[in-house]
């Protein structure tokens, strides 16, 4: 199947999604362009693709919201879509086990068949099973967990992907770092790096989340863990106020960046904004070099 019998399968899809929901906050793409590049593409009129597909639908299911995004590589269905759902109404351990559910569901259909669509109707099907799951506590969710057995441990995740590209995960990487309570960034592009800091259960609750996403390569580059003594330690811990994605382009790379986010950053820039967040030590873990200077872990 070549690139532009994907891109018409994609599209018939899209036409087949806007009909289901044809409400103006039900259905929406995350860049309008996506599908004009395409068909011209198609009727070769046009360059090749350079947006990409991702959509967004909102689903009310039995009065619960449910928000699912996906992200749709260029060759789906050859590939597999990413997918992920929220609701505020799920706790951390719900949302868990309905994204590895429609991780499964995804990758259970067969290969080079549409499954954005299917997707929609298992999770109308399914949805009223993960608000009634049991999770052994009503203080389960991010909001005001207190009492878990790394709830006086301070955490810090430095993660490493081969790259991050896609809009709908690095919406939803910023999304369930703040949810969770946790400060730090996510560098996109290639590679890709993300550090997440604040208390040990909401750190490692972000961490099982992310890495069940369609990844090419996803890794802890290291793992700092601090006991804490109260909410004022865990302020004194953290290297970071807020949880950002953060960028360094040079002026040239700037446009091809906004088009496709596949631009290098510039890691000299990325190097002093470790240090100025007095973790420049970790950029040896990262690439295997000593930055200029390279700084001392003032914290543990």
């Not at 990758?107 to 997707?119: N, P």
């Not at 969770?180 to 490692?204: K, Q, W």
């Amino acid at each position: 199947m070549d690139i532009k019998e994907c891109l018409q399968l994609q599209l018939s899809e899209v036409e087949m999604l806007s009909s289901m929901f044809p409400g103006g906050c039900e259905f929406y793409l995350g860049d309008d362009n996506f599908t004009s590049e395409a068909q011209a593409f198609i009727d070769g009129d046009g360059e090749p693709v350079t947006s990409s597909l991702d959509f967004t639908i909102n689903i009310i299911i039995n009065n619960h919201k449910i928000e699912l995004r996906f992200d749709i590589p260029s060759d789906y269905p050859v590939c597999k879509p990413d997918c992920y759902a929220r609701s505020n109404e799920l706790s951390n351990k719900q949302h868990c086990k309905l994204n590895q559910d429609l991780r499964d569901y995804i990758y259970s259909v067969d290969d080079l068949e549409l499954c954005a669509g299917s997707t929609v109707l298992w999770l109308q099907d399914n949805a009223h099973l993960y608000f009634s799951l049991e999770t052994g506590s009503k203080d389960d969710s991010p909001v005001t967990q207190t009492t878990t057995k790394n709830d006086d441990t301070f955490s810090r995740y430095w993660i490493y992907s081969h790259h991050i590209r896609s809009k709908v995960k690095r919406k939803n990487i910023i999304d369930l770092a703040r949810d969770n309570h946790l400060t730090g960034f996510s560098l996109p592009g290639r590679p890709g790096i993300i550090c997440v800091e604040g208390r040990g259960d909401n750190a490692e609750d972000f961490w099982i989340r992310v890495k069940g996403w369609n990844w090419q390569r996803l890794v802890i580059k290291r793992l700092e863990k601090e006991v804490m003594s109260g909410k004022a330690d865990e302020r004194s811990l953290r290297y970071f106020t807020k949880f950002e994605e953060i960028s360094f382009l040079s002026p040239n790379q700037q446009t091809r960046y906004h088009k496709s986010g596949s631009a290098n950053m510039d890691m000299g820039l990325f190097f002093k904004y470790l240090e100025d967040h007095n973790c420049g030590y970790v950029f040896k873990d990262y690439f295997n070099v000593d930055g200029k200077g390279d700084s001392k872990p003032g914290k543990t």
